[in-house]
Every structure is written in structure tokens, then in C-alpha cells.
């Protein structure tokens, strides 16, 4: 399967309030197909330049307002940890209780911002992919200043959301026994029955460890191999269509 398709496919199965914020692929690709059998080439490389240039905001003012919020949300979960641990006035059910909400918020927390570097990820491979399709069918040479420019951009700068989500393992590391963890996602494995923000980040796991695996074709444009530990629950997860780098 295409990457286009496989971009589709995936865009359906993301949060709902995210499917609108990825590349638009096949109106680039429709564009580029106009272009390379244009008269009018300088006119429409422009074009093509200036819907990039619109999905590059897009991408930014998405992902940035996304980072603001996980920013705030990991304070406030900060914040709760610390009152649970400093109320003496609390019963242990009352502390068991809070404890386990703050598990469930930080677990959907952590899955979140998974899915925001993924989200990263599969946009800027589809811009090398389009620019790639356009310089081999058109003759130009955007694919390079506009990549290098692409890598300046906050959507690709992921090493704060990275940070906190080390952060947050850590923390649950810490608060929380692994086995009752690995226990209540396996309860929501079943729960859930392919749905939620569960499925959606071991889905986006999966893809990006197969998006940024070694291969032979890889150039300077290609995102680094991504090692993933090879648990069951990604294994149960894992989706028939990952997007490939080709």
C-alpha cells in the first residue's frame, strides 16, 4: 500500500479532533501531477511552494498549542501527586482511590503526547515524500532548502514533549507497580475493544518504529531507526498498515 493510502488509513483511526490537522497529501500530489505537465511552471512551482508554506503553519500552530497544553497538564498532575502525598486527613481507600485516577489521567496523559511526536513524524515524511515526487517529476530542486527549512520548524522540534514523556514514565515508574500497570492495560485492551486513546498511542508506537527503521534506502532526509522494546501489548496492538519510509 501507497503512502497516501496508508497516510488515510491512519488519519481515520487518530483522535477526532486531530484528523484535520495532518498533511493534505493528496492535493499536493494532485498539484504536482498538473505541474509536471504545465506550461505555466514558475507560476505553479509557486503555488505548490505556498500550499506547503500553509500546511507548515498549520503543523506549527498545532503542535504548538498542543505542547502549551501538555506543558499546563503536567504541572496540574504534578500538583495532585503532591496533595495526595501530603494530605494526612485522607483514609487509605480515599488515597487509593485519587491515586488510581491520577494512574488512569496519566496514562492517557502519556499516551497523548505519543501520539504528538507521531503526529510530527508522519508529517515530516510526507513532506520529504511530496517534495521527493515533485523534484523526480517536475525536474526542480526544492526538495533540499525546503527540508532544511522543514527541520527549523517547532512541529519537528520534539525534544520538550520527548522530555516530558520520560518524565512521566519515570513517575510511574516510581508510583506505580509495573504488574498493576501492565494489569490495567491489558483490562483496557479488553475494555476498550480497539477503541481510545489506548489503541491510538500502541498504534502510533508501531508506526513510528516502523517509519524510522534501519533500511538500505535511507538518505539524510530519512528520520533515525527508533528502537521500541517488543512487549506483548504492542504486539497485540499492532496495526495491518504501518506507513513505511520508501
Known sequence: MKFGKRLKQHVQETLPGWRDMYLNYKDLKKLVRLISSSLEYGKSEAEFVYLLNNEIEKFNVFFMEQEEDFIIRHKELQQRIKRVNESEQSSEGEYEE???????????????????????????????????????????????????????????????????????????????????????????????????????????????????????????????ALNLPDSEIIRAFQLKSPIPII
Do not use: W
Open 98 to 224: 485519587e491515586m488510581a485516577k491520577i494512574r488512569k489521567d496519566m496514562v492517557d496523559f502519556h499516551g497523548e503526547m505519543v501520539l504528538l511526536v507521531n503526529y510530527s513524524n508522519i508529517n515530516y515524511t510526507g513532506m520529504a515524500k511530496i517534495l521527493k515526487k515533485y523534484d523526480k517529476q517536475t525536474g526542480g530542486l526544492l526538495r533540499l532548502p525546503f527540508i532544511q527549512k522543514v527541520l527549523e520548524q517547532p512541529f519537528f522540534t520534539t525534544e520538550l514533549i520527548s522530555k516530558l514523556i520520560k518524565e512521566c514514565e519515570t513517575t510511574m515508574d516510581v508510583l506505580f507497580p509495573t504488574v498493576v500497570v501492565t494489569e490495567e492495560m491489558n483490562d483496557a485492551m479488553i475494555m476498550m475493544a480497539g477503541e481510545g486513546i489506548f489503541r491510538n498511542t500502541v498504534a502510533a508506537l508501531v508506526t513510528m518504529k516502523e517509519m524510522r527503521k534501519g533500511s538500505s534506502t535511507q538518505s539524510h532526509f530519512s528520520l533515525p
